[in-house]
C-alpha cells in the first residue's frame, strides 16, 4: 500500500508538466493519419532501395496517398586511420538524406529537410568480412535514417493538429 502511494506521489507532477503522446489518438490521431498517407517514391541504388524499404516498413500505406516523400541520398565511406604500410585501418561510412514531403495535390514542399547517420568500420585481414562489415553498416544506418524521418513528419503532424 505505501508503495502504492508514493508511486502516486511521485506520478503527480508529470500531469502538469505539458508532456503530450506523440501517437495520441491511435490509428486515428493526427500522426498516424499522416504516416498512413505518405508515398515513398523510388531512389537508385542499393542505399536508396534499402531505405525505401525502410521507410515502407515504418509507414502504414492506406489508400490514396497525400503526400509523396522525396529523397537524394549521400553515401560515403572515408578512411579515417593509418597503420604502419599505409593502409587503412578504420573506415567511415556515412548516410545522409535530402527529403521533401510533398503534397500529392498541390506540389507545395510541406518538409523540406536533412537526416543522417555514419557508423566505424573496423578493416580487417579478410577483404570479405571488411565488404560484410560496410553492408552491414548500410543497413543498420538505412534504419536509423527511415527512423529520423518518421519520427520528424509524426512531430510535423502533431504540431500541426495541435492548436
Do not use: F
Not at 505518405?38 to 502504414?60: F, H, K
Amino acid at each position: 500500500m505505501r508503495a502504492a502511494l508514493l508511486l502516486a506521489c511521485a506520478l503527480l507532477p508529470l500531469g502538469g508538466c505539458g508532456l503530450k503522446p506523440l501517437y495520441a489518438g491511435g490509428g486515428s490521431g493526427a500522426a498516424a493519419s499522416a504516416l498512413a498517407a505518405i508515398e515513398v517514391a523510388p531512389v537508385q541504388g542499393r542505399s536508396g532501395w534499402l531505405l525505401v524499404n525502410a521507410l515502407r516498413d515504418r509507414l502504414p500505406a492506406q489508400g490514396a496517398p497525400r503526400y509523396r516523400l522525396d529523397l537524394r541520398l549521400d553515401d560515403r565511406i572515408s578512411g579515417l586511420g593509418v597503420r604502419r604500410d599505409d593502409s587503412i585501418a578504420r573506415e567511415r561510412r556515412t548516410l545522409r538524406a535530402r527529403w521533401q514531403l510533398v503534397e500529392v495535390g498541390t506540389g507545395a514542399v510541406v518538409i523540406d529537410t536533412t537526416a543522417g547517420s555514419d557508423a566505424g568500420i573496423d578493416v580487417v585481414g579478410s577483404e570479405y568480412a571488411t565488404i560484410a562489415a560496410e553492408n552491414t553498416a548500410l543497413e543498420r544506418l538505412a534504419g536509423i535514417v527511415a527512423d529520423q524521418i518518421v519520427g520528424r513528419i509524426a512531430l510535423h503532424a502533431r504540431a500541426k493538429s495541435t492548436p
